[in-house]
């Protein structure tokens, strides 16, 4: 499913567009890549933050924890917008990361999906995650039943 999620900014183009897999080389200590991993790490936050919204009560409660989490994907944009391009060689390290960055992005996603398919995508959920206002639930969740012993 299709969330048209704008968490991601358009930073980074290299994770998402390498055809050729990255040199065997160690981890670089350069901008580009270091942001590359900054936002993978703020990618596996999110998948954890999101992985506790159950419920109205759970989605209400991860809503300040996921307007810091944009406000720091802002920040991540505003640095790599302020980066020369990466030379061949760094665009080679950050592709290390593609995998990485694919399955926190994949994770993240089917969290969001989970949402859309439960109906607990708030108004507020879909702001702070930048959703596509049409995926707003039109009618409250109906509570989660409890578990079966």
């Known amino acids: 499913m299709n969330t048209g999620i704008l ?45 506790m919204c159950y419920d109205a009560d759970s989605i209400r409660q991860a809503i300040p924890r996921l307007e810091t989490q944009r406000m720091k994907m802002n920040a991540i ?29 994949n994770n993240v996603s089917g969290q969001i999906d989970r949402l859309v398919l439960n109906g607990l995508i708030t108004p507020e959920l879909a702001a702070v995650l930048s959703l596509d206002p049409s995926l707003v639930s039109q009618q409250p969740a109906a509570p989660p039943a409890p578990p079966i012993r």
């Open 77 to 105: 944009a505003v640095r790599q917008s302020e980066l020369p391009d990466p030379t061949a060689e760094e665009e080679q390290d950050v592709l290390q990361l593609k995998e990485q960055f694919t399955t926190a992005w």
């Open 7 to 51: 968490l991601i900014p358009l930073a980074l183009p290299a994770l998402l567009s390498a055809s050729e897999p990255p040199s065997a080389q160690s981890a670089s200590s350069s901008p580009h890549y270091i942001l590359a991993q900054e936002l993978i790490d703020l990618l596996n936050e999110t998948d954890s933050i999101l992985s």
